[in-house]
């Protein structure tokens, strides 16, 4: 009997114990999470910046058509489902009834008419939806897009961060207060409540949201009630605060003060490769830069491990094509086939490339001549952080194969501005990307965005071909077939080699491991958004301690 | 007076067309590095840059006039009320900051002055040479470093809850200190340096002569006439403490004007800068009017016809 009773009480202790670890791993709902961010967003309308973190604020406010899952997948959200015209220039979109606005009022076709109107005339990048011809509401929940041309990638653009639904009579009622004060009325699983201007934004959770994404572990109401975006200019406040216990989690950490997290007791770090290259371009209008020989030893002579290890303090990756891993279109399967057409490291080669040029060191001063001119070119470069000592670092490889070069120091705010509109530069050390490599790609190497962000200026040899190739990416009917080609373009652009890829940066996250739960789901979300790599996922994360 | 609005215009017109000579198109910065010309082109024309330079210039200062001090680019929304919400902060960190100083620095000056040669003299110009010598910022992450990370006896960053209240209060502390410190050191130099030369003078000699106490020499007559230069120094040091709090600003991440203008100035958001430093001005130009009265005040010979 006592036997017995000693196995029944020992039973329950195992259940109690289960039960309550059960309990604690469970996300709990409540509390505030900090944020400490760099920068403020000017304002929250949708339309008004392409900032980051404004899009990681207004992410938590304002809601799309469709949604990328876990997997890059385009998934419907707001939408129900959709129909495409046998022609591809009909779009109609059923929406989901029962969404509203965070003051009741539903959500319907004809909001999405005018907020899409706005976006295409007033939003910064109302170039992506030049596809379109018109936004039709064909009745409450059906909304009707009508293109001008075959566009299949429509529904991804419309996941672009100003492609949120708005409340028109909101934005009219608050009219140049609309993005900077309450109320914003979006959709989503929380509702500004609080800006102080330069201190702080605060979100309170919505607590009727009930229509998360299925893929996710909680479709709503969010966990935390209130999330507050603490603005912290300063690297070491902002690390201070972490550490001290004022801020949960800062993106964005530098690597100078990855010391102090790591010895700090209970905060995470992690590491995400950016959507980012950082590559060296060259002006294919320049002499000797014309001559493809001269351009392939100048990517030979770059070595980009030494450049990770000393400028990025081996905070970052070698990049060995146009394209970086955690873009939406990276060649994943055929990477090595797409990096055999880049120009491998190779300074000995390199020389012989510039000696086949006919570019000789003729007077014995490591400088290579032809026809009594030097090799001299400007290596153009913007200030502050890493850039410098990047700059320095291929100033010296490219010294090695006989290539001088005078680094120009240009701010940061007027540097591809000027590479652009200027185009003095020869070489120029930038970094670029965007989550979609399908609209990156073109950006970059496309000729019609030469004087834009193309500064290569490359529009002979191949790049009729990249363009043709580029072009045919954006309206072949089914992805593999657009990724397949867009392979193909980065194939051309690593031969054209006018942009030489250096670098993968990283993204740096930190937060204190003891106080915030769900981070680790929200990371490992495969296409990590529109922006820049920062989560996102709102839905997720908690509080573990008040 | 009478020259107080022509040179705020002339400052305003100054800064108006500095701003367009300044390399970077604000259209492009918020468009972003992957947007097409015609985006930005179409950006452009919303903000009005695609109009003559000169009638840009006129719609602005019409605006000006009327208080209608343009649009943020940024924002899209008026720039007055922009800076009128930032400015009850820096004006109350610059006030403190500026109190600090004068509180510390003109008593440690008189007593350096009074006691010239001594080890009071010595330790206030070795604390002097010190103030001055130091960086502000480096002051002020020192200060954050000890204060609040280690002691823990003040906040690191922020401004607390509404203004003038115990907890804005206590987040002033450090910010004002890091501000006024340096400033500090400048009054205890220049009050030490000035009141011995007054205390040099005939007047002084006639004064003790006539068995006045040290105490009525030193702060009834000396001090008096040592204040006038002081008073000056404090008209243009104001602006200059605007320029320090930027820094402390950032490092305190303090809600006021000055990192919001420098955020302003990297993305070419002409309104606002020119709105800035049309305040700035008007405020350099009002404090040395008010420290002009202050001379007479000061000095009841000193008169203004």
């Known amino acids: 009997m006592k036997q017995r009773s000693m196995k029944v009480l020992g039973l329950l202790a195992i259940w109690l114990l289960a039960a309550g670890i059960m309990a604690l791993a469970q996300p709990r709902s409540g509390g505030r999470l900090v944020w400490g961010l760099y920068e403020e967003p000017p304002t929250l309308d949708p339309v008004g910046s392409t900032l980051a973190v404004q899009h990681m604020i207004n992410d938590h406010i304002f809601e799309h058509l469709c949604v990328f899952d876990n997997e890059g997948r385009l998934q419907p959200h707001l939408a129900e489902s959709w129909t495409v015209s046998p022609d591809g220039l009909i779009w109609d979109v059923k929406l989901k009834k029962g969404i509203t606005f965070h003051n009741g009022k539903p959500v319907t076709a004809a909001d999405w008419v005018y907020s899409l109107n706005r976006t295409r005339e007033i939003g910064p990048r109302s170039g992506f939806y030049e596809p379109v011809d018109e936004y039709i509401a064909l009745d409450d929940y059906t909304l009707r897009i009508k293109l001008k041309r075959p566009f299949p990638r429509i529904l991804e653009i419309l996941t672009l961060p100003d492609a949120y639904v708005v409340d028109k009579e909101t934005v009219e009622t608050m009219g140049d207060r609309f993005g900077v004060e309450p109320p914003l009325n979006g959709t989503g699983p929380y509702e500004l409540k609080e800006w102080v201007r330069g201190e702080y934004i605060l979100l309170e959770r919505v607590d009727t949201y009930n229509h998360g994404p299925k893929w996710r572990t909680n479709q709503g109401p969010a966990y935390v009630q209130e999330v507050q975006f603490r603005i912290l200019h300063e690297d070491s406040t902002r690390m201070f605060e972490l550490i001290q216990g004022d801020v949960d989690i800062t993106p964005f950490v530098p690597f100078s003060l990855y010391h102090l997290a790591e010895k700090a007791p209970n905060i995470e770090l992690v590491e995400r490769v950016r959507n980012m290259t950082y590559h060296l371009a060259m002006n294919a209008k320049h002499e000797p830069l014309n001559d493809p020989m001269v351009r392939w030893a100048i990517a030979m002579a770059i070595d980009r491990e030494p450049i990770v290890k000393v400028a990025l303090k081996g905070h970052g990756q070698p990049a060995y094509i146009l394209c970086s891993p955690s873009q939406l279109g990276f060649p994943h399967d055929s990477y090595e086939e797409v990096k055999a057409y880049y120009p491998p490291t190779d300074p000995e080669r390199a020389r012989m490339y510039l000696k086949a040029a006919g570019w000789e060191d003729v007077d014995g001063d490591g400088v290579l001549e032809k026809d009594g001119k030097e090799l001299r070119l400007s290596l153009w470069a913007q200030t502050g952080a890493e850039w410098p000592l990047m700059a320095q670092i291929i100033q010296d490889q490219l010294a090695k194969v006989g290539i001088a070069t005078e680094i120009i120091s240009i701010e940061t705010g007027t540097f591809y501005g000027a590479l652009a509109k200027q185009g003095k530069h020869d070489l120029a050390l930038g970094m670029s990307g965007y989550p979609f490599a399908l609209d990156f790609e073109p950006f970059q190497h496309h000729t019609r965005s030469i004087g834009g962000s193309n500064y290569s200026f490359y529009d002979y040899e191949l790049a009729p071909t990249i363009d043709r190739l580029l072009d045919i990416a954006q309206v072949l009917p089914t992805e593999d077939e657009r990724y397949g080609a867009l392979a193909e373009a980065l194939k051309f652009i690593g031969m054209a080699s006018v942009y030489v890829p250096i670098a993968w940066p990283v993204y740096p996250l930190a937060w204190k491991k003891d106080r915030v739960g769900g981070v680790d789901q929200v990371i490992k979300h495969a296409f990590q958004t529109q922006v820049d790599s920062i989560p996102l996922d709102c839905l997720e994360y908690y509080i573990k301690k008040k | ?305």
């Open chain 2, 1 to 305: 007076m009478f020259w107080a609005f022509p040179t705020i215009f002339i400052i305003a017109t100054i800064v108006f067309f500095l701003m367009r000579v300044v390399p970077g198109d604000p259209a492009l910065l918020i468009a972003g590095p992957f947007a097409t010309p015609e985006q930005v082109e179409k950006l452009r024309v919303q903000f009005g840059l695609d109009r003559p330079l000169i009638h840009q210039y006129a719609a602005w200062l019409w605006g000006l006039i009327r208080g209608d001090w343009g649009k943020s680019f940024q924002t899209r929304s008026p720039v007055l009320p922009l800076l009128a919400e930032r400015f009850p902060k820096t004006l109350q960190l610059t006030a403190v900051g500026l109190l600090i100083s004068l509180a510390m620095g003109i008593p440690l000056g008189i007593m350096a002055a009074t006691r010239t040669h001594t080890a009071v003299d010595y330790i206030s110009t070795a604390i002097a040479v010190f103030g001055i010598s130091m960086p502000m910022f480096w002051l002020a992450l020192v200060l954050q470093l000890i204060f609040s990370v280690i002691l823990g006896w003040f906040p690191l960053s922020g401004s607390g809850k509404g203004l003038w209240t115990p907890d804005n209060l206590w987040h002033l502390v450090l910010p004002a200190f890091s501000l006024g410190l340096p400033y500090a050191a400048q009054y205890l130099r220049f009050t030490r340096s000035t009141l011995l030369e007054v205390l040099g003078q005939d007047y002084i000699k006639v004064a003790r002569s006539k068995g006045l106490s040290e105490r009525r020499v030193v702060y009834l007559h000396a001090l008096r006439n040592a204040l006038i230069p002081i008073v000056t120094l404090l008209g243009l040091r104001l602006p200059w403490m605007i320029g320090g709090a930027v820094v402390i600003e950032t490092i305190y991440a303090w809600p006021g004007m000055g990192s919001f203008v420098v955020r302003a100035i990297y993305n070419r958001d002409f309104h606002v800068v020119e709105g800035f430093m049309v305040f700035l001005a008007a405020l350099v130009v009002f404090t040395n009017i008010a420290v002009d009265l202050l001379y007479a005040l000061i000095n009841p010979t000193i008169r203004y016809d």
